[in-house]
T-cell receptor
Framework: KAGVTQTPRYLIKTRGQQVTLSCSPI?????VSWYQQTPGQGLQFLFE???????NKGNFPGRFSGRQFSNSRSEMNVSTLELGDSALYLC???????????FGQGTRLTVV | KQEVTQIPAALSVPEGENLVLNCSFT??????LQWFRQDPGKGLTSLLL?????REQTSGRLNASLDKSSGRSTLYIAASQPGDSATYLC??????????FGQGTRLTINP
């Protein structure tokens, strides 16, 4: 079966712009979570959605937001981009909680 | 606040050796613990999930153990191969499917 799909794979944006990343979970999975990975901070939890509801949120500024649609696909938005937002953004899906998490290949965001 | 630590940060061994990667966590109130591997520039590949009620899980040459009372998990890799070279990450799974990751162990298997 198809895995977790993230689009686009690579993005280059300018400071001050906004960006939207997309994640399609494994079919049947209703939980989608997002993580930011940087060399200095490692993998950090952004937020988690289940059946269109945000159930948990990490310690990130309000510029980072997300949503989940009725088909479980999720989007993450970052507004007013800063250089420090350059990172690999990873999405994970799970069947339910607590359950094994499956990750996509990530979106590499570079802010210049 | 949950903190996950992985030791060592890097490990280099010759092919064929058995090895152990360590993971410790500060809060024993976890649902599960999951091990992943990550190749450079790629996403995470799930290796093993240990539920909180379990003590260990095995998949092929991999064996992971969990001791919640001591806040420790280990990943044992038998008969290592060059293809095992990657960064290995452990994650404690807490409420609402929040994964708290360690910094990872960068493993190099030398032919």
């Amino acid at each position: 079966k198809a895995g977790v799909t993230q689009t686009p794979r690579y993005l280059i944006k300018t400071r001050g712009q906004q960006v939207t990343l997309s994640c399609s979970p494994i079919s049947g999975h209703r939980s989608v979570s997002w993580y930011q990975q940087t060399p200095g901070q490692g993998l950090q939890f952004l937020f988690e959605y289940f059946s269109e509801t945000q159930r948990n949120k990490g310690n990130f500024p309000g510029r980072f937001s997300g949503r989940q649609f009725s088909n479980s696909r999720s989007e993450m938005n970052v507004s007013t981009l800063e250089l420090g937002d350059s990172a690999l953004y990873l999405c994970a899906s799970s069947l339910d909680i607590p359950a094994e998490a499956f990750f996509g290949q990530g979106t590499r965001l570079t802010v210049v | 606040k949950q903190e996950v630590t992985q030791i060592p940060a890097a490990l280099s061994v010759p092919e064929g050796e058995n090895l152990v990667l360590n993971c410790s966590f500060t809060d024993s109130a976890i649902y599960n613990l999951q091990w992943f591997r990550q190749d450079p520039g790629k996403g995470l590949t799930s290796l093993l999930l240990i539920q909180s009620s379990q003590r260990e899980q095995t998949s092929g040459r991999l064996n992971a153990s969990l001791d919640k009372s001591s806040g420790r998990s280990t990943l044992y890799i038998a008969a290592s191969q060059p293809g095992d070279s990657a960064t290995y990450l452990c994650a404690a799974i807490q409420g609402a499917q929040k994964l708290v990751f360690g910094q990872g162990t960068r493993l190099t298997i030398n032919p």
